[in-house]
């Protein structure tokens, strides 16, 4: 059974830095890659990286420069540094896997954690 637990969450002022964190368990896939997304009410889910299992990742515009996606040497935790955040940056998380080579991890994704929230306030 795939499980994404997602941690590291909380409130921070803006200019702030968390780190979340993804533990992921229950596959073997041989290509995937590890997403994150994000949730804030009323508005639209964003997808804010992922790091495929070669180790390529990707950065959506709106936190490119800011956020930093790694992953553990075992590859089975997933982390997202997030610095200089902004209060429009304020949404729960999520991690999700995207199994095989999709074109669009960030849009297309199989499995997924619950979410930790991060709040940043002004």
């Known amino acids: 059974e795939v499980q994404l637990v997602e941690s590291g969450g909380g409130l921070v002022q803006a200019g702030g830095s968390l780190r979340l964190s993804c533990a992921a368990s229950?596959?073997?896939?041989?290509?995937?890659?590890i997403v994150w997304f994000r949730q804030a009410p009323v508005k639209e889910r964003e997808g804010v990286s992922y790091i495929r299992s070669d180790g390529r990742t990707y950065y959506a515009d709106l936190v490119k420069g800011r956020f930093t996606i790694s992953s553990s040497n075992a590859k089975n935790t997933v982390y997202l540094e997030m610095n200089s955040l902004k209060p429009q940056d304020t949404a729960r998380y999520y991690c999700?896997?995207?199994?095989?080579?999709?074109?669009?991890?960030?849009?297309?994704?199989?499995?997924w954690g619950q979410g930790t929230q991060v709040t940043v306030s002004s």
């Open positions: 999700a896997i995207s199994v095989g080579r999709s074109l669009d991890p960030l849009h297309e994704f199989d499995f």
């Open positions: 229950g596959f073997t896939f041989d290509h995937y890659a």
